[in-house]
């Protein structure tokens, strides 16, 4: 079994920046691919950025350039660092590790909102 605790998220005024962080805890390798992904509301849950146990990154296309995505797989841990936030990057934000089959979990999820 493996949780997933996101942390980081908030309110932040157009421009700014905020940093998630996901914590994985159970039974964990370094081969998982751990991303985050977001819904927002009356939307479907997609992609931000994924990052494999090697550092191989992808993102999305609305969030290149303006985030970036890190793992310390020593701490079981998974980050997204957003700058630059746009009002439509408002969102439940989630954090999954998966991309093998058997193995997809998801976090609880961390609220961004993005306002002036």
């Known amino acids: 079994q493996v949780q997933l605790v996101e942390s980081g998220g908030g309110l932040v005024q157009p421009g700014g920046s905020l940093r998630l962080s996901c914590a994985a805890s159970g039974t964990i390798f370094s081969f998982d691919v751990m991303g985050w992904y977001r819904q927002a509301p009356g939307k479907q849950r997609e992609l931000v950025a994924v990052?494999?146990?090697?550092?191989?990154?992808n993102y999305a296309d609305s969030v290149k350039g303006r985030f970036t995505i890190s793992r310390d797989n020593a701490k079981s841990t998974v980050y997204l660092q957003m700058g630059d936030l746009k009002p439509d990057d408002t969102a439940v934000y989630y954090c999954?590790?998966?991309?093998?089959?058997?193995?997809?979990?998801w976090g609880q999820g961390t609220q961004v909102t993005v306002s002036s």
């Open positions: 999954n590790l998966g991309g093998f089959p058997g193995r997809n979990y």
């Open positions: 990052i494999t146990g090697g550092g191989s990154t």
